[in-house]
């Protein structure tokens, strides 16, 4: 018996390897993370003599600054792979590139973010994770020979895995997928290869780790909905709570970028600095996992919680601004946790009896900073909701995470992984529009068919060409054929009912000579750069070697169809 076997079905196969892959992967990160954190960070602090008070704690800068230095190598030997928060560049190749990620950029992502985090650097593991996963995905989907669209699901899948297993997740890691990675947009097949993906992933971490949520919370109960006002000041709270971690973190990567001392410097420098932070608050070091713990079972103080949220601010960003590797989702779960509890202990100090416990709002702060800072609402519910099993909580996140996202849009347009991007003037939600028309030039779509009129012609020869039908548009020559202008329609529609002047007035006195023009190997993106900046219908065509030399003319209208003939492809 012969059996058929469908795109569908080859989608949804590829994303259970992907999810298999995917667990696999994370596992081996963690694994490199565990060593190098117990070689570096804890040998290192046996090593020192570092204890519990501030004085035991001066040699703990050495630990993180040892642990940039390890970085060195690696930057050298793969400049613009390791340095710095990644994750943006991997969104930009993703939507704007088509995906190509290869298998050093995977075995990458697992040794650097080990290296920074292992030694103390305060940054996280799950953008690196997320790379990972959706690296694995690129590579399945390029070795098959897939479209970039198909490319790209692959990718999500595998960043959903990823997600998934590291953070023991299943919906988050879907949610990620769809928010981040896939912007929003998706078809019911998609949908399905996320979820697959995801839930073999968990399946195979949980095989492994077990199936306890990362963080264990004491039970909470909060005082129910008449609280709701409460928690949407929470979520306007988080959200300019969020824009300043967004705006103080590329501050702080541009006074890095601004100094002017080698780069691994910097990067020394940078690990020193989050050091000497740590002798205060040691607190902000890692991904912060255990003082999450701590807060959640109420062991800190509302000044100890507000120090942590802007301590771990400024670690974060002098981490990652520096060079260090790693990501900015745990922090911000750190963030979140800190800045709920000292909220919510100043809420309870007010209305006493009628708010909910401190705890309850640091759990709320977890999902609900990391959805403003990073404008992925359902990621952050999600993950906050699998991450605490705080399930009876799913309104109030809603209401704090929605509110938060909202603040946030509205002050600052960008999120934290979209924020460089913008100011590279890539817009992800464009991305594909772009990648379209990078992808033609204008040689496929320009027109060989054209005339050319003189300079020294008079006004009325145009004249006659636009009322035969010949056009509207003309490109003006001089009389050895070198082009000097075009003249339009526009330019001559005053002097239509003029006998006298369409005779006695030359082309080249009305002609607009200073002019854009493409080549045949230009870009439709460049072509269409040209038509809005000159405001224009149709542009000529020159040979690259001879720019005064016209081979043809582009109008809007054909790079528009050709647009909408490739976008339905």
């Not at 990823?162 to 953070?167: L, R, S, V």
């Not at 979520?235 to 970028?257: N, P």
């Not at 040979?543 to 582009?554: D, S, T, V």
Request: proline share 4%.
């Amino acid at each position: 018996m012969r059996f058929l076997v469908d795109r569908h079905t080859v989608t949804l196969l590829i994303a259970v390897f992907t999810g298999v892959a995917s667990a696999a992967a994370v596992i081996m990160f963690r694994a490199t993370l565990d060593f190098m954190k117990t070689h570096l960070l804890t040998y290192g602090q046996r090593l020192l003599g570092i204890g519990e008070t501030i004085d035991s704690r001066l040699l703990l800068p050495l630990i993180p600054a040892i642990g940039a230095a390890l970085l060195i190598p690696i930057s050298k030997r793969f400049p613009g792979e390791v340095n710095g928060y990644t994750f943006p560049k991997f969104l930009a190749k993703v939507n704007v590139k088509g995906g190509p990620i290869s298998v050093k950029t995977v075995l990458l992502r697992i040794i650097a973010p080990s290296i920074t985090i292992g030694s103390g650097g305060s940054a996280g593991v799950e953008g690196p994770a997320a790379v990972i996963g959706g690296g694995i995905g690129s590579i399945v989907g390029h070795w098959l020979g897939f479209s970039d669209k198909r490319v790209k699901l692959f990718i999500a899948a595998g960043a959903a895995g990823a997600i998934a297993a590291i953070f023991n997740a299943p919906i988050a890691g879907v949610m990620f997928a769809l928010e981040i990675i896939l912007l929003g947009t998706y078809e019911i097949t998609s949908f399905g290869a996320l979820v697959i993906s995801a839930a073999i992933a968990t399946a195979v971490s949980q095989s492994y780790f077990g199936s306890e949520p990362v963080f264990r919370v004491p039970t909470h109960i909060y005082t129910g909905l008449s609280e709701t006002p409460i928690f949407l000041l929470f979520g306007v709270f988080v959200g300019f709570l969020a824009v300043l971690f967004i705006i103080i973190f590329y501050k702080i990567k541009d006074l890095f970028d601004s100094i002017s001392i080698h780069p691994y410097l910097k990067l020394i420098a940078g690990g020193g600095v989050v050091g000497l932070f740590a002798i205060f608050f040691p607190q902000i070091m890692g991904n912060g996992y255990e003082s999450i713990t701590d807060v959640l079972a109420g062991r800190y103080g509302i000044f100890l919680c507000l120090a942590l949220v802007f301590f771990k601010i400024f670690a974060t960003s002098v981490t990652l601004g520096s060079g260090s590797a790693g990501g900015v989702f745990a922090p911000s779960l750190f963030i979140g946790a800190m800045a709920g509890w000292a909220f919510g202990g100043v809420v309870q100090h007010i209305f006493h009896g009628f708010a909910s416990e401190p705890e309850f709002y640091a759990m709320l702060g977890i999902g609900a900073f990391l959805s403003a800072a990073t404008h992925a609402p359902l990621t952050g519910m999600f993950l906050m909701l699998e991450m605490t099993e705080g399930y009876s909580a799913i309104i109030p996140v809603m209401l704090t995470a929605v509110t938060g996202v909202f603040i946030a849009k509205m002050l600052l347009k960008d999120s934290i992984d979209t924020f460089s991007l913008s100011r590279q003037g890539i817009d992800l939600v464009m991305g594909k529009e772009i990648h379209v028309l990078e992808s033609l030039k204008v040689k496929d779509v320009m027109t060989k068919d054209f005339i050319a009129v003189k300079h020294s012609q008079p006004i009325k020869s145009v004249y006659e060409l636009i009322v035969g039908g010949q056009g509207l548009c003309f490109p003006v020559v001089t009389e050895n054929c070198r082009l000097i202008g075009i003249i339009t329609v526009d330019d001559i529609k005053m002097v239509f009912s003029d006998e006298y002047i369409q005779q006695t007035v030359t082309v080249g006195e009305l002609a607009t000579e200073d002019i854009p023009v493409v080549t045949g190997y230009d870009t439709l993106r460049r072509a269409f750069e040209c038509f809005t900046i000159a405001d224009l219908e149709e542009l000529p065509v020159v040979n690259p070697l001879n720019k005064g030399e016209i081979i043809g003319m582009l109008k809007r209208g054909a790079v528009i169809s050709a647009y909408n003939r490739e976008l339905m492809k």
